[in-house]
Each structure stands twice: as structure tokens, then as C-alpha cells.
Nanobody, 129 residues
Framework: QLQLVESGGGSVQPGGSLRLSCTASGFTFDYYGIGWFRQAPGKEREGVSCTSYSRGITYYSDSVKGRFTISRDNAKTTVYLQMNNLKPEDTGTYYC??????????????????????WGQGTQVTVSS
């Protein structure tokens, strides 16, 4: 069974940092696009960062560019989202998702269209003073 599990959420003050992890079971990320998405209360889910192991391409939304960094482990089963200089508007539930490369076409498209075939359960991030 293919599963994604997120961890690493929590509560921080503005300017703080968190690192989220997304671990896959039942498959590796070799030929998948992997993305981090977030949803704030009352708002639509938005793509934050999406990447592809095989293509070596990464996309960041304008709202997080320069502050967030997506990375992976060598085993190709865990993807991280390092979040620095967090702002209150970063608050939300963060989800990771994966989809086969042929379905998403580009990692930018994956983020912009919330294109995921497999989703984790989400991890809460709260940024507040």
C-alpha cells in the first residue's frame, strides 16, 4: 500500500524555523513529482513547493521563495521542507503529495493544480507571537 506520512509541524514565533518531513512507504520517489501544499482555515489548498527527482527541477510559490527549501534524502523515500523566517500567513495544515511524472507534466503544474495521486494526512504549522 502506498502511503505518505508527514511530520515536523508545530508552533513557532514569527521569524522562526521548522523542518517538515514526508516519508513514503510502498514506493520510492524516483519517477514521481513530490509536492508540499498547505491549507489555511477558510482558504483553498495551495502548492508551496514541488520537485522531481528524475528531472532535478524545483518550483516554489512566490509567497515562500527565498524562505523555504525542499530537499530529499539519498534513499529517495523522504522529502523535507525547510521553512525559515516563518510568517503568520504561513500558518496552515501542510500536506505532501506525490504523482507520477507523466500525469503532472511539470512540477510547476503540479503545484498550481494541486495534482497529487497520493496524499499524506497533513501536519499543522502555526506561526504566532
Amino acid at each position: 500500500q502506498l502511503q505518505l506520512v508527514e511530520s515536523g509541524g508545530g508552533s513557532v514565533q514569527p521569524g522562526g524555523s521548522l523542518r517538515l518531513s514526508c516519508t513514503a512507504s510502498g514506493f520510492t520517489f524516483d519517477y514521481y513529482g513530490i509536492g508540499w501544499f498547505r491549507q489555511a482555515p477558510g482558504k483553498e489548498r495551495e502548492g508551496v513547493s514541488c520537485t522531481s527527482y528524475s528531472r532535478g527541477i524545483t518550483y516554489y510559490s512566490d509567497s515562500v521563495k527565498g524562505r523555504f527549501t525542499i530537499s530529499r534524502d539519498n534513499a529517495k523515500t523522504t522529502v523535507y521542507l525547510q521553512m525559515n523566517n516563518l510568517k503568520p500567513e504561513d500558518t496552515g495544515t501542510y500536506y505532501c503529495a506525490a504523482a507520477p511524472i507523466p500525469r503532472i507534466n511539470t512540477v510547476q503544474n503540479m503545484c498550481l493544480t494541486n495534482a497529487g495521486d497520493y496524499w499524506g494526512q497533513g501536519t499543522q504549522v502555526t506561526v504566532s507571537s
